[in-house]
Structures are given as C-alpha cells and as structure tokens.
C-alpha cells in the first residue's frame, strides 16, 4: 500500500525555520505529484503546496506563498517542504500525500501521522 511517512517537525519560534520531509516506503515517488497538507486544531484540513512527479510545477496556498517552498529529490524517494519566516497561524500538524494533480484532494493510498509543527514563542 502506498504509504508516505512525513518527518522534521517540531517546535521554533515565530520567524524560525524548519524543513519537513515527506519520504517513501516500499514504491518510488517519481511518477507521483505530492502534495503537503495541514490541519490546525478545530479546522479542516487544508492543502498547503504541490509539486509535480517532475518537480517542474509547484504551487503554494496565498497563507504561506513566498516562506514555504517545495522541492523533491527522485533519486532520494523524498519531497521537502523548507518552511521559513514561520508564525503561530502556521502551527498545525502536517502531512504529505499523492495525488493525480495539484487541484485534486483524492490521494493514493492512506494518510500518514503527520509531523506536528508548533510556532510559539
């Protein structure tokens, strides 16, 4: 089954930065667009950015466009989510997920445990 296995969370303080990754067991993500959701206590939860299998097209949700960015290394099965300029609204618990294009929210396989991020000071 497909199973992506999400990591690097923890706790900074606003302004700080962390890099979450995203990796593969058991199957290669290259033929897959991945996408990095999250969900904060009491809300939905929301689709942050997107990349494509070739890593040639990504996007960002307007909250976190211009801090976040999403890159993936192939040959490492693994796609990253480098998180700068962090704020308390970021706080959320995070997770990966492969989906057929960036708009859909019908992924493969099951959800992971997340990786909880907690920006406070």
């Known amino acids: 089954q497909l199973q992506l296995v999400e990591s690097g969370g923890g706790l900074v303080q606003p302004g700080g930065s962390l890099r979450l990754s995203c990796a593969a067991s058991?199957?290669?993500?290259?033929?897959?667009?991945i996408r990095w959701f999250r969900q904060a206590p009491g809300k939905e939860r929301e689709g942050v950015s997107c990349i494509s299998s070739s890593g040639g097209s990504t996007n960002y949700a307007d909250s976190v466009k211009g801090r976040f960015t999403i890159t993936r290394d192939n040959a490492k099965n693994t796609v990253y989510l480098q998180m700068n300029s962090l704020k308390p609204e970021d706080t959320a618990v995070y997770y990966c997920?492969?989906?057929?294009?960036?708009?859909?929210?019908?992924?493969?396989?099951?959800w992971g445990q997340g990786t909880q991020v907690t920006v406070s000071s």
């Open positions: 997920a492969a989906t057929g294009f960036c708009s859909s929210s019908i992924i493969f396989g099951s």
């Open positions: 058991g199957f290669t993500l290259d033929r897959y667009t």
